[in-house]
């Protein structure tokens, strides 16, 4: 695990990107400049279609960019094998998704458990560790539970407990406070700025909803791809 | 394990698959039986006979499928030749019997039952021949047309009485019958005629030089020694209608993987969604894979085991309403079938496995 305070997670310098779709381009997002730090709070706030999601997939490594430079724990993407670029997301980073996305067909514990699997932890071990981070979040008696049965605030908390459960140096969050009511919403983000104070992780929030800037150590507005 | 909790999540589709896999299997397992049944009876006759050596006509090379004949005093010349210890005419020809409601072709063989040469590998039921009037059926096709020991049989202008029935003598698409080398003749029209002479030698005589020797007398005959004269009839049927089961048996494996690479596809096409956030997280690249190649082999494994079990029971069902077919399973032929199934496991995950390469971990964002 990195937790060299001198290497930020992610950084994008002077980052363009571009989509091309049947000879139209789209400029996503526009000569941006961005870091994450351990230990913070970072909120991204833009309405729809403004390019938070597209820097989010930038910090992951999911894309490069058109151009300008993306570095990952002081590596350039474009440096990275496939192969060490999964092993970095499965061992340093948390992926929250606005509808959590967990698997339907596992058990709570078992949602958990897969990410350490991924990270190379045994089995036995991920369990144990899976069940403490499912307990700390109070929800160790939903272990065995299907996520279909669980209620929307329940799988909030399930999906924060698998960001950190591997360990993450960073936490990438998209919109997730987007299918929640309003407390439940800010349920959510109480427990990222709790791992970020306890565990020093450092937390990416790409949303609209500025109800969360209370809580974010910094704040971004991003509009039609330029980073204010 | 992941792999089964996906199929299990839809387990009527996963019901059907496996009996779908178990009935392909099922096919493939009977063709194999079929196969290795038709092969061993079609060479029983000849397997289990004593003779060292076989004289036949020249050309001829089997008995299965070619016409050879010969007389009485061809016999004279073989028994003057050193070594030969003593001969066994046989005659065959195909005839059309009357059967209950029906006419049936066989295979008549004529032998002389006092020596027993050239007789039925196998009597399972009634008694060897006593009189002319006498026959001994196949077993097989005693059962299909309903005929038992002591039924008369009107086979040309004669009637014969049923003797006896013997195993090991049915060819799949025509049956032995035995009867005296007499009446053989008589039913024919050819008083001194014969088909082949079966050769005992003397102890301690080489098979190979004896038939040399025989084969020097006579520019008419054809000579084998023992193992020759078996392969010559194992090649005949193992190239009659046996490639035809063959192929049978590959449009079966092809249609199985063509089933399981449909029903792999469809899986991976439902857990697009659920792959994808395994790739976002970070799922390494043989993951996803392994779980479609898992699922794979559980559909084959679960396959396997209902084919063998509803195989047994197909067998005996075969046995009682279609007993003319010759079916032999064994272990080594489930090994075979088995073997078969990994193959079609593992060709069937191919386009399920490209599928899934194309699921990209963006797909979550989205």
Not at chain 1, 67 to 88: C, H, M, N, T, W
Not at chain 2, 142 to 152: C, F, P, V
Request: one cysteine or more.
């Amino acid at each position: 695990m990195i937790r060299d305070s001198n290497i930020f997670p992610a950084e994008l310098i002077k980052v363009t990107k571009v989509f091309s779709r049947s000879g139209n381009e789209t400029v996503a997002l526009s000569n941006v400049s961005f870091r994450v730090s351990q230990g913070e709070l970072v909120l991204l706030l833009g309405p729809s279609g403004s390019g938070k999601t597209t820097l989010l997939t930038l910090l992951a490594g999911f894309q490069e960019p058109s151009q300008g430079e993306a570095y990952i724990f002081g590596k350039r993407v474009q440096d990275y094998s496939p192969s060490a670029l999964q092993k970095i997301r499965a061992c340093q980073m948390g992926f929250i998704f606005q509808t959590f996305c967990l698997l339907d067909s596992l058990r709570v514990l078992d949602n958990v458990t897969l990410v350490m699997k991924f990270a190379g932890i045994p089995e036995k071990t991920a369990r144990r560790h899976a069940g403490e981070c499912l307990e700390r979040f109070g929800i160790g008696h939903l272990s065995n539970e299907y996520p279909g049965k669980l209620s929307q605030g329940e799988k909030q908390r399930v999906a924060v407990a698998r960001a950190i459960a591997n360990g993450s140096s960073m936490i990438l969050a998209d919109e997730p406070t987007g299918s929640l009511a309003t407390e439940q919403g800010m349920a959510i983000i109480e427990y990222l700025h709790e791992s970020v104070r306890k565990d020093g992780i450092g937390v990416v929030i790409a949303s609209h909803d500025d109800r969360i800037s209370k809580f974010a150590d910094r704040v971004h507005h991003l509009r039609d791809g330029i980073l204010i | 394990m992941y792999a089964l909790k996906i199929l299990a999540k839809q387990y009527l589709r996963f019901t059907i698959t496996i009996f779908g896999v178990a009935l392909c299997l099922m096919l493939m397992l009977f063709l194999l039986a079929i196969y290795y049944g038709v092969s061993d009876a079609s060479v029983r006759y000849v397997r289990e006979s004593d003779a060292d050596i076989w004289v036949m006509q020249r050309h001829a090379a089997n008995l299965l499928r070619g016409t050879s004949l010969l007389t009485s005093s061809h016999g004279s010349v073989i028994s003057q030749v050193p070594g030969v210890k003593s001969i066994a005419p046989v005659l065959f020809f195909t005839a059309t019997v009357n059967v209950p409601d029906n006419t049936a072709s066989m295979h008549l063989v004529g032998y002389d039952p006092r020596t027993g040469k050239g007789g039925p590998p196998e009597i399972v039921k009634g008694d060897t021949l006593r009189n002319d009037d006498q026959i001994i059926l196949d077993y097989a096709f005693a059962a299909k047309y309903r005929i038992k020991i002591g039924d008369k049989l009107p086979i040309r202008d004669d009637t014969l009485t049923v003797a006896g029935l013997s195993e090991g003598t049915n060819l799949f698409v025509i049956q032995f019958a035995f009867i005296t080398l007499d009446e053989a003749r008589k039913l024919l029209g050819f008083p001194s005629v014969l088909s082949c002479y079966q050769v005992k030698i003397e102890p301690g005589s080489d098979p190979l030089s004896v038939a040399k020797n025989i084969r020097s007398v006579s520019p008419d005959f054809a000579v084998y020694d023992r193992l020759t004269f078996l392969n010559n009839n194992i090649h005949e049927a193992e190239t009659g209608v046996m490639p035809l089961l063959y192929v049978v048996a590959l449009i079966g494996a092809i249609v199985l993987t063509a089933l399981l690479s449909l029903i792999l596809s469809v899986y991976v096409l439902e857990q697009q969604k659920d792959y994808a956030i395994m790739k976002a997280l970070g799922a390494p690249a043989g993951f996803i894979p392994r779980i479609v190649v898992q699922q794979s082999l559980i559909l084959a494994a679960g396959g396997m085991v209902i084919a063998i079990l509803l195989f047994d029971l197909m067998l005996n069902a075969v046995k009682r309403f279609s007993p003319t077919i010759s079916a032999e399973s064994s272990v080594r032929q489930i090994l075979i079938v088995a073997a078969g199934l990994l193959v079609i496991s593992l060709l069937s995950s191919i386009l399920p496995l490209l599928r899934q390469r194309h699921i990209y971990p963006l797909e979550v964002f989205r």
